[in-house]
């Protein structure tokens, strides 16, 4: 069990998404964001969160380029972090 954050769904979903690295073709690179799968997958369920906390303007992209951005052993944080702002940004 990981440790329960502030910035949920965000961190449950990181945290799902890493966990699928070591599956079949999660390391394959994705034919349009050039990223692995398993990382395009984890920034599909993002922002369908994002859009359902309110900001129905993000798309894959953005969130595909704000994943690349976040680095480091605190890198599941920084991640939920920004998408947390994200996602509160438009209700705001």
């Not at 440790?3 to 349009?32: C, V, W």
């Not at 599909?44 to 976040?70: K, M, P, S, Y």
């Amino acid at each position: 069990m990981t440790k329960q954050t502030n910035y949920e769904p965000f961190a449950m979903i990181i945290h799902r998404g890493l966990a699928e690295r070591s599956a079949k073709g999660a390391l394959d690179r994705h034919p349009e964001h050039n990223t692995p799968c398993y990382v395009v997958r984890m920034c599909e369920e993002l922002t369908c969160a994002i859009r359902d906390a309110g900001n129905q303007g993000v798309t894959l992209a953005e969130i595909v380029r704000l994943e690349r951005t976040c680095t480091g052993t605190d890198y599941l944080h920084k991640l939920a972090l920004r998408c947390y702002r994200l996602a509160h940004r438009a209700a705001a």
